[in-house]
């Protein structure tokens, strides 16, 4: 059984950055791909970044491209989210999901594991 555990959220001031991480245990990490997803107060969740599981393929939203980064660590079991220049719309919970399988994927249900999810607050 995959579990994932999310860390690094917090309050942060507009223009100000973050980097999330995310403990990936139970299973190989290598095999692996992992993505970040967010949802928003009232709104549905949504992808941020993906990575493929030999770390070679990255993705983002359009909304986050330029200002973000993913990254995995395989000896750390780790994936993290740096984000930088952030927004109050970067507000909400964000997640991170794993999937089985050597592609990143974009859609939500492609993943199969997912964390508990680490609140980011972004005031203007």
């Known amino acids: 059984q995959v579990q994932l555990v999310e860390s690094g959220g917090g309050l942060v001031q507009a223009g100000g950055s973050l980097r999330l991480s995310c403990a990936f245990s139970?299973?190989?990490?290598?095999?692996?791909?992992m993505g970040w997803f967010r949802q928003a107060p009232g709104k549905e969740r949504e992808f941020v970044a993906a990575?493929?599981?030999?770390?070679?393929?990255?993705y983002y939203a359009d909304s986050v491209q330029g200002r973000s980064t993913i990254s995995r660590d395989d000896v750390k079991n780790t994936v993290a989210l740096q984000m930088n220049s952030l927004k109050p719309e970067d507000t909400g919970v964000y997640y991170c999901?794993?999937?089985?399988?050597?592609?990143?994927?974009?859609?939500?249900?492609?993943?199969?594991?997912w964390g508990q999810g680490t609140q980011v607050t972004v005031s203007s």
């Open positions: 999901a794993s999937r089985l399988g050597r592609a990143a994927r974009l859609g939500e249900y492609d993943y199969g594991y």
């Open positions: 139970g299973r190989t990490f290598s095999v692996y791909a």
């Open positions: 990575i493929s599981r030999s770390g070679s393929s990255t």
